[in-house]
């Protein structure tokens, strides 16, 4: 049973969590007015930044990071700043690595709900990862913005790498009259990185890579789980805002490269511990589903058992998940 079978995209909760409400004046998402689609023309592979062969074939994609593409018009620039600037009352702090951000905006914002939703935005992001996509079947990771931290000695974000595995990261405020506070990747690998911090070096200037975005509604598509970047130190004062959305691959043969402790240290519980749940029961059913499609006639016992083992394997993560009560952490490696 290698053959892959693609899941059907998980729904949108029917219920809002307790104390989440939507926005009484907000702007109506009209992918024909708000989305403005234009491919990158340009992108690295995970091979390209150094992982090899064994590394890319534990992953859905050899796709690494995009150059610049663009996702929104001007009018849906100015709906989504409307937004985000609504939303600003609900930041929090993201633990030790973002001052102000926004989790879970998609239970307050229609637009942003609907724009993180969109049929059309997913397939543009399957076309360019080259495989089937759809938003990410844990609602947190949709529509995450990130807003400037006031001590401008702080970092925007700290080099890390993503805590799922496909996302891109969208310019909402315009990143021409921002003064530092650029998105940054690191042109390596994960371990690579690992290294550099812990003998205490620096990161070498060349390997670090600030991509040009021409004005907001740009964006870089990528890999965020295997791309070390982070959000640089603005060096004058701006209302710098970004917007991450997340999705997941729809074959159901990859293995989930979302991670909990992190969400779960920034989360709330309420809000994660079910959508944790659904994810895996979401990524099992898929499995299932392929299992009853394709099992084949045979005595062999113990490849049905594995295959039976194999198809709910993800439950018994979530399982375990949940009955760990320790507090969960961030993975990142700081700031320079
Ligand atoms: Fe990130």
Redesign the pocket.
């Known amino acids: 049973m290698g053959k892959k079978l693609i899941n059907q995209p998980i729904a949108f909760p029917k219920t809002l969590p307790e104390g989440y409400q939507y926005l009484a004046d907000e702007p109506t998402y009209d992918s024909d007015i708000h989305l403005a689609l234009e491919y990158p023309t340009e992108s690295l592979s995970l091979r390209d930044l150094g992982y090899s062969d064994s590394e890319v074939s534990e992953c859905p994609t050899d796709y690494g990071i995009s150059g610049i593409a663009r996702l929104l018009s001007e009018a849906g620039v100015a709906a989504l700043m409307d937004v985000v600037q609504q939303l600003r009352q609900y930041t929090v702090t993201g633990g030790v690595r973002i001052q102000y951000m926004l989790r879970g905006g998609v239970y307050r914002s229609r637009f942003l709900r609907d724009l993180c939703l969109c049929p059309k935005v997913s397939k543009f992001l399957s076309d360019i990862f080259g495989i089937a996509v759809a938003p990410h079947s844990v609602p947190l990771h949709l529509g995450h913005c990130n807003y400037a931290p006031d001590d401008l000695d702080r970092a925007v ?1 700290k080099w ?3 805590t799922l595995g496909l ?1 891109y ?1 969208l310019m909402v405020s315009d990143p021409r009259e921002q003064v530092g506070g650029e998105f940054q990747y690191f042109f390596g690998t994960k371990a690579e990185m690992e290294e550099i911090k812990s003998s205490g070096q620096s990161i070498p200037e060349d390997r670090i890579v600030s991509p040009y975005f021409p004005g907001p509604g740009y964006m870089v598509v990528m890999q ?1 789980g295997m791309v070390v ?3 640089a130190k603005l060096k004058e004062v701006y209302d710098r805002i970004t917007m ?1 959305n997340g999705y997941v691959t729809l074959d159901t043969v990859s293995h989930d490269p979302s991670r909990f402790s992190d969400i779960k240290a920034v989360d709330p519980h309420d809000v994660l511990f079910p959508e944790w749940a659904r994810h895996k029961a979401w990524l099992a059913r898929g499995r299932l589903d392929r299992l009853i499609d394709e099992l084949p006639f045979t005595r062999d016992r113990n490849y049905i058992i594995s295959e039976l083992k194999n198809a709910i394997h993800e439950v018994e993560v979530a399982i375990q998940d949940l009955e760990d009560e320790a507090p969960g952490f961030s993975t990142n490696y700081g700031d320079l």
């Open positions: 974000d890390h790498s993503d996302d990261v965020g970047h982070r959000g991450v």
